[in-house]
């Protein structure tokens, strides 16, 4: 005889893996062996992040506020992270994937190591269940143990600050940005600079100071050493110069 399938939408069984793989990441980060179980509670620390899973897992209704015996309240799991996606699967939450899925991504991408880019990536073991749900549905690919993102996750990727509107992933662009920075920097720098630091006759605070001084705009500029100086991002900046000096 054929075991029978699980009843429930593909939607609900896949917001429940969702709130499942950030329960049990979220307890943890809270100090907790994991994994996720019902009475569990985890707090959001003021983190815009953290504060948005809060709310997508109250939502969703896994976890809802309830009163403690000293009067506070209080959010905990009313179910095992475990039996999330069949709790889930006979609820109407069609309406609400977005939300659940934008948490994950704030939270999975953010903090727990999934990639956010484009291309083919081995995907974490603790986000692997709830990466399959999303190729299930469409908003990823799978091949063999390799997962990527479609488009068709762009909208939430965007609402939760990790892709720009065209699609291209804001660490991504920000690091292109700063590698061109450096070989900017590097190639239109004073001579006697440049041999400077691939000399070591610079030392590295030195080296941050003169970049807070001169290089302003992505332009080198006159600069008086009695000036106050003010940090932006130098130090950064100051590695990767020594480091592209090494290179040469």
């Known amino acids: 005889m054929n075991k029978p399938i699980a009843i429930g939408t593909l939607e609900g069984r896949l917001s429940g ?110 986000w692997e269940v709830a990466m399959k749900y999303l190729a299930l549905v469409g908003y990823a690919e799978q091949s063999g143990s390799r997962f990527r993102w479609t488009v068709m996750v762009k909208p939430v990727m965007v609402a939760a600050h990790l892709w720009d509107e065209k699609g291209q992933p804001l660490d991504e662009l920000a690091e292109t940005e700063f590698e061109a920075e450096v070989e900017r920097a590097w190639q239109t720098m004073p001579d006697t600079l440049r041999e400077a630091i ?36 130098q130090i950064p900046l100051a590695n990767a110069l020594i480091e592209r000096a090494r290179a040469s």
Not at 67 to 89: H, S, W, Y
Not at 200 to 226: C, P, Q, T, Y
């Open 198 to 233: 691939r000399s070591s006759n610079i030392g590295f605070i030195e080296l941050v100071k003169v970049l807070a001084l001169s290089w302003k705009d992505e332009r080198w500029h006159d600069f008086n050493r009695d000036q106050p100086v003010a940090l932006t991002g």
């Open 17 to 126: 893996h969702l709130a499942a793989a950030l329960a049990n990441h979220l307890v943890k980060a809270e100090g907790s062996a994991g994994p996720a179980r019902k009475g569990d509670t985890f707090w959001h620390s003021a983190m815009t992040d953290f504060e948005f899973a809060h709310a997508a897992l109250e939502a969703i209704g896994v976890f809802p506020p309830g009163k403690c015996p000293d009067g506070r309240t209080i959010n905990v799991f009313i179910v095992d992270a475990e039996q999330m996606p069949d709790f889930l699967a006979t609820h109407d939450v069609s309406n609400l994937v977005p939300e659940i899925l934008e948490a994950f991504v704030r939270v999975a991408c953010g903090y727990g190591g999934l990639p956010d880019r484009g291309n083919w990536f081995t995907c974490p073991e603790k």
